[in-house]
């Protein structure tokens, strides 16, 4: 048989011996990020649906959720930061070749979406709230009246965060594990599972979580197809995705991915959800939290293995 | 112009001392190295071959760092040089995992750090990369590919040679003589 050795004399802090330069902050905010996408894009499809009344949580009160998830994820986001007073940097250049570019320019648009949202939803969570101003209120009748206009906007910029926060990671051709298409999609649908379980766990109504339940449980049988076709790509590429995907399959991380994000995260609640759908009586909170589970597990468990995926050595 | 260096594994005798000249040179902290000495052994007993690399930066043609900088901090500079401008970077990390030699480290100072060919302070001079000039197996050669009789153009001709990974789709323009 034939054999390699190979020594190499380099040891520089958070490359050697094997890359570790990502850590918590970039799954969390990664995390983050897929959920403002999902509560965003849920709130923007139910009111181009003209379906405000129906649905309240989903529109007005779950939403305020998703800028204070994008705080904490773009302040995740610079503590992994090393040049911290830098990181103006990113706002006096557009680079349509790298994905933190768009990254950063979409979050720049998206974050003061998701606030302007919530300052027109405020009467749902502060019934007195008054803007005292009238060039306030004279704004606020104008955006109500763009209302759908502001929709389609907010919700074609989610669907751009959901998918961009995989593609972060899919870009990069040197760590085979992340360089498959699939993560884009893969990330966006889990994102918005973790949208409709946060929703589930803040409505009232039973119509609204029946809903969410129904939707979450269509995600979620994406969500597996696109593992499974994941996988299937993997084994049937190079040699470096194969020993990728070996991480997963029999590797370090088998347990972890299959029992966290796998049975966990959508085969459970899959199950639990389809027998809410029909009716059956059991604690509505224990899918959702399962859901958010797994979605936050995929991220840590997908940014750390693919670090110790390699091409060389 | 394309600044590309040729390095003869056949010669090389793993010394270290162009990391050394390197770590001198560039005042490279303490700890990290930008080139370094990689020996693989090959093969099954007793039939065993080693080879000997310095390795560095590739300043590859199609440059994932390049590609991926946020900020536009990793540039080409003159002769397809891949440089790191300190003042640009914000160290998000995007470069250093986007490459397939994992030849970036970040410095302490935060800002992402990486063989310049010595570009900055010895070539631009008319001098050559300070890894090249202290060899003392003379096994390095550094020059402008796109000049038919320079140095590397000439041993490239004559010997066989490969480049790391180029299945990566990087063009890496270190040539390792074989």
């Known amino acids: 048989m034939n054999e390699e050795i190979i020594i190499s004399g380099r040891m520089n802090e958070w490359i050697d011996p094997q890359l570790h330069i990502w850590h918590w902050q970039i799954p969390i905010y990664l995390f983050l990020g897929g959920l403002a996408a999902g509560l965003l894009f849920f709130a923007a499809l139910f009111t181009i649906r003209g379906e405000q009344d129906k649905y309240p949580t989903i529109v007005k009160i779950a939403p305020f959720i998703a800028p204070i998830a994008l705080a904490l994820g773009l302040f995740a986001l610079f503590l992994d930061l090393k040049h911290k007073l830098f990181f103006w940097r990113l706002y006096t250049t557009i680079r349509i070749e790298s994905p933190m570019s768009w990254g950063a320019w979409v979050l720049m648009a998206i974050t003061p979406l998701s606030m302007v949202w919530c300052a027109l939803n405020i009467k749902a969570i502060f019934p007195k709230w008054d803007w005292k101003y009238e060039w306030i209120k004279e704004i606020e009748e104008y955006l109500k009246k763009n209302i759908l206009t502001i929709s389609w906007i907010m919700m074609v910029f989610s669907i751009i965060l959901g998918v961009y926060t995989g593609i972060l990671f899919s870009a990069f051709n040197a760590r085979p594990l992340w360089n498959t298409s699939i993560l884009g999609p893969l990330f966006l649908s889990s994102g918005l599972s973790a949208g409709a379980a946060t929703i589930i766990l803040m409505s009232k109504s039973h119509i609204e979580r029946l809903t969410m339940a129904k939707i979450d449980l269509l995600i979620i049988i994406v969500e597996i197809f696109l593992i499974v076709h994941m996988f299937m790509g993997f084994l049937a590429s190079t040699q470096v995705q194969i020993d990728a995907a070996s991480l997963f399959l029999g590797g370090k991380y088998t347990t972890p991915f299959w029992l966290f994000v796998v049975v966990l995260g959508l085969v459970v609640p899959a199950i639990l959800e389809f027998l809410e759908i029909k009716n059956y009586k059991m604690p509505t909170f224990i899918a959702p939290i399962l859901v958010i589970f797994g979605s936050l597990m995929l991220r840590f468990i997908i940014a750390y293995a693919g670090q110790e995926s390699r091409w060389l050595y | ?178």
């Open chain 2, 1 to 178: 112009m394309r600044y590309a260096m040729a390095i003869d594994t056949k010669k090389c005798v793993g010394c270290s001392d162009c990391v050394v000249a390197c770590q001198t040179e560039n005042n490279v902290p303490l700890g990290y190295c930008r080139d370094w000495v990689t020996e693989v052994t090959s093969g099954t007993f007793p039939k065993l071959e080693m080879e000997i690399r310095s390795e560095r930066c590739n300043h590859c043609d199609n440059s994932p760092c390049v590609r991926c900088c946020p900020t536009g901090a990793s540039h080409y500079s003159d002769g397809g040089t891949v440089l790191v401008t300190p003042n640009k970077c914000i160290g998000c990390g995007a470069c250093i995992t986007a490459c397939p030699y994992d030849a970036r480290f970040p410095h302490p100072e935060g800002h992402v750090d990486k063989c310049t060919f010595c570009l900055p302070n010895r070539v631009s001079k008319g001098e050559n990369p300070a890894c090249v000039s202290v060899c003392p197996t003379k096994c390095m050669y550094f020059g402008d590919l796109d000049d038919p009789n320079s140095e590397v153009s000439t041993i490239i001709k004559q010997r066989k040679w490969k480049t790391l990974i180029p299945e990566a789709g990087t063009s890496p323009r270190i040539y390792y003589l074989i």
